[in-house]
């Protein structure tokens, strides 16, 4: 059940998508550093370090990480 | 004389920019040498009447061709302090034995037993190299690999993303392996057996070390959905697999009259061997004039039984001229516990399963910080921010609030 919820939430996204977005001129804004994904990859990685060691739910932003005993 | 058709004017605005934007990317790596991109942090996290972590991060990337970078990362994570052993407070005081069973430490009545012993320093390296496979497939490929004194980690993952639709949606996919070595001090406590309560006696063992595997798988879609607003939906799954209990962790065992047992009143935590893990997870950035503002939300699920809720805010707020700037955050965290979280166990009723980690529990997580930024010039920038994290329980298990401070500097430039 929930992957076909998923995969219909994923073909409404990428339905969507194709009405969607900018010219390649219209992109003065979007190629700004404070507006990437991961405009401070170092402040990514300490946050998802302490919520990581102390909470646990891990995954969703990215792969990987953990790799820690985390007391 | 026949006209030609005229191209429509988008299809020629669109050339002209992309080749405007190529011969400027091609000129500007041809006649520089790209210089180093160095990021470089030290995040200081202090709990109330807990753990105290030092950790200097520095991270550099360099462009070696067109559009290929390498990076590589280095991180120190220093911890020292006392960390809850799992055990309930009593009304009179309580002695445990350290994990190496050569020491004892008391904790007064009334008090959450917090283990002393506690510190250790680990080191990570990671690196990882991107590289364009075609016009519109960027590939990344990574290592990393950690070592503290009982604990080792090595893990590879590779992530590509592929553009469509004119840039506008990327869709990405990621796959990680990592393998876990764990060596307790004193040895893999079996699970659920006594904790030795006299300095010297041996607990029993499962050997001296142990492992644990985990693969993970990442789907996601990124959209630019107009010229100030992007959205991220993420699908991760990861199958964890080996030795997934904390040998640090107690738990105390009660009789019927609700006191610690009178022989054996505490037993070493044990957690099933595999764990699938599924999140979903969407971010969303949009620009209010310069400031800019990130909103994210993720639903957690896993076969322990743990659900979770997180919702992240930040606010970019630009501060006059354009070179400062200031970001409030607020993150909230709310976590149904594992199907075998016990805040005691019960002398008549001994689980196959338990853990009496708050970690596991039905819990919150509050943070409110600031952030300011110096922006200096392109790449060349101060931060520094401060946060307060409160975690408290949010069922029947009456645990502790862990408090904490979170303060970091940031200082990054071109080398």
């Known amino acids: 059940m929930k992957m076909i919820s998923l995969m219909l939430l994923l073909s409404f996204v990428l339905g969507g998508c194709s009405n969607m977005g900018v010219q390649p001129w219209q992109r003065g804004h979007l190629a700004k550093q404070k507006m990437q994904l991961d405009a401070y990859p170092v402040d990514a990685f300490l946050d998802d370090h302490i919520y990581f060691s102390k909470e646990s739910s891990s995954g969703g932003a990215g792969v990987g990480g953990g790799g820690c005993g985390c007391n | ?415």
């Open chain 2, 1 to 415: 004389m026949q006209l030609k058709k005229p191209k429509p004017i988008r299809r020629l605005l669109t050339a002209a920019t992309s080749t405007l934007l190529a011969s400027t990317a091609q000129q500007v790596v041809a006649v520089e040498k790209t210089p180093w991109q160095v990021d470089s942090a030290f995040l200081y996290y202090s709990e109330k009447d807990r753990v105290t972590v030092y950790e200097p991060v520095v991270a550099v990337r360099k462009e070696t061709g067109d559009d290929e970078f390498i990076g590589v990362r280095l991180v120190l994570d220093s911890m020292t302090g006392a960390s809850p052993n799992g055990a309930i407070p009593t009304d009179s005081p309580q002695t445990f034995t350290a994990p190496s069973g050569a020491s004892s430490y008391s904790i007064p009545a009334g008090e959450t037993p917090l283990d002393t012993s506690f510190h250790d320093t680990r080191a990570a390296i990671s690196a990882e190299w991107e590289v364009p496979l075609d016009e519109r497939l960027k590939a990344v490929f990574g290592g990393n690999f950690s070592k503290e004194y009982d604990y080792t980690s090595l893990g590879l993952d590779a992530t590509f993303s592929w553009d469509l639709n004119q840039r506008n949606t990327t869709l990405t996919t990621g796959l990680s392996v990592s393998q876990d070595q764990i060596n307790p001090v004193g040895g893999v406590p079996t699970g659920l057996t006594s904790v030795p309560t006299v300095v010297g006696v041996q607990k029993s063992t499962q050997g001296g070390d142990e492992s644990k595997d985990i693969m993970g798988l990442l789907l996601g879609v990124t959209q630019v959905v107009g010229p100030k607003t992007l959205l991220q939906f993420n699908y991760t799954f990861a199958d964890e697999q080996g030795y997934l209990t904390d040998p640090y962790k107690l738990l105390s065992v009660l009789d019927n009259s609700g006191q610690l047992r009178a022989s054996d009143p505490y037993v070493y935590e044990k957690r099933p061997d595999s764990r699938q893990r599924q999140a979903l997870y969407a971010k969303g950035m949009h620009q209010f004039g310069d400031d800019v503002l990130h909103a994210s939300y993720r639903y957690y699920w896993d076969d322990w039984g743990v659900t979770s809720h997180t919702y992240d805010l930040r606010y970019r707020y630009e501060l006059a001229g354009g070179r400062h700037y200031l970001q409030p955050h607020l993150r909230y965290y709310l976590q149904d516990k594992a199907d075998f979280y016990h805040y005691s166990l019960d002398d008549n009723n001994i689980p196959a399963y338990a853990s009496a980690d708050y970690r596991l529990g039905d819990m919150s997580t509050t943070t409110i910080g600031l952030k300011y930024g110096l922006v200096l010039g392109e790449s060349h920038e101060f931060g520094a921010r401060l946060e307060s994290m409160q975690q408290k329980a949010e069922g029947d298990a009456p645990f502790e609030d862990n408090t904490a401070v979170i303060f970091q500097l940031n200082y990054s430039f071109l080398f």
